[in-house]
């Protein structure tokens, strides 16, 4: 907008002239960067002796009144005071940012406090002798004093698959065992089959299989380790009971074996030709006597009498 100043060429007084200004050529209206000031501090900075104006209008009043003395101390005056009024608008930031700063800066003491004191109670508690902190190895929970299940801080190896834990929140607190088991995230695709050189090390030979367990006990989850412990020692328990199974199935071989013989060498010698004359007492004990057949048992479990056929006299026997 231009400055009426330079559309009045009737202006005899430079003072009245000055003063005789509409508002919109004193306020500072021409900087994008200013927030807008209040409707009362705008009336306040109109109504004042050297209201506050732009340079702008400055320079241009200044052109037109440049012998005039009067007219450039009140320029410089009302100079002073834009100075003066941007000095306190921008100062609303910084003030804002250090009652934020101090604010925060309480936030923080707050906080190492509450730092401190927690370590002030952990150091209260001692390291269980031969634990160790989790740091995150386990992720099994254990009871406290208040019945609260939370991650134990101090963990202990204990074989066979199991940890010893210790909640870490108090002296004298007992200790917990529990077995660790990976966690599987079924949440992901199904996952592949062990490859071949996993299962050659898991499998194979003593060597191999340590290896494999050095590996595994180094990564963070104690539980991995656990796995593969665990899936060896299943796997010579296996192993020992399938050994323990073919010798008692050779065992049952070897007693079918014997009875084929008995009954062959009975045959042979013509047996019941000789005792021909108790056949006509077979029928009094029909059905006393079981066939030697393993049909209606399970197989490889011996043949056993009844308590009445253990009572009936032996053949030969005197009657």
Avoid at 22 to 34: C, F, K, L, N, Y
Avoid at 287 to 315: D, H, I, K, V
Wanted: proline share 9%; hydrophobic share 35%; with cysteine.
């Amino acid at each position: 907008m231009s400055d009426p100043v330079s559309r009045d060429p009737s202006i005899e007084s430079p003072r009245a002239s000055f003063s005789a200004l509409p508002s919109d050529t004193i306020i500072v209206s021409d900087t994008s960067d200013e927030e807008p000031p209040l409707p009362a501090r705008v009336t306040a900075e109109i109504n004042a002796p050297h209201p506050p104006i732009s340079p702008r209008t400055a320079g241009q009043i200044l052109v037109q009144n440049a012998d005039n003395t009067a007219v450039i101390r009140d320029i410089g005056l009302s100079l002073r005071a834009t100075g003066e009024r941007r000095e306190v608008q921008s100062s609303r930031p910084l003030c804002e940012a250090q009652r934020r700063a101090a604010a925060l800066q309480l936030s923080l003491l707050a906080k190492e406090e509450e730092l401190r004191q927690l370590q002030e109670r952990l150091r209260e508690v001692e390291v269980p002798e031969g634990f160790e902190r989790n740091d995150g190895r386990v992720a099994l929970t254990c009871p406290t004093s208040t019945g609260a299940l939370v991650t134990p801080a101090w963990i202990r190896w204990a074989g066979d698959g199991r940890v010893e834990m210790r909640a870490g929140r108090e002296a004298g607190e007992p200790t917990y065992v529990d077995e660790l088991i990976l966690s599987p995230d079924y949440s992901r695709p199904p996952p592949e089959p062990l490859p071949v050189w996993f299962r050659d090390l898991l499998y194979g030979a003593d060597g191999g299989f340590h290896i494999l367990a050095k590996a595994a006990r180094a990564l963070p989850d104690w539980a991995a380790y656990a796995e593969v412990v665990r899936y060896r020692r299943e796997q010579t328990t296996l192993r020992h009971l399938q050994y323990d199974l073919e010798e008692l199935q050779a065992k049952v071989d070897a007693s079918r074996t014997r009875l084929d013989d008995c009954r062959h060498r009975m045959e042979a010698a013509e047996l019941p030709l000789q005792l021909r004359g108790l056949q006509g007492r077979s029928a009094l004990f029909a059905g006393e006597f079981t066939r030697p057949q393993t049909a209606r048992r399970g197989r490889g479990l011996p043949y056993r009498p009844s308590p009445r056929q253990a009572r009936l006299p032996a053949a030969g026997a005197s009657g």
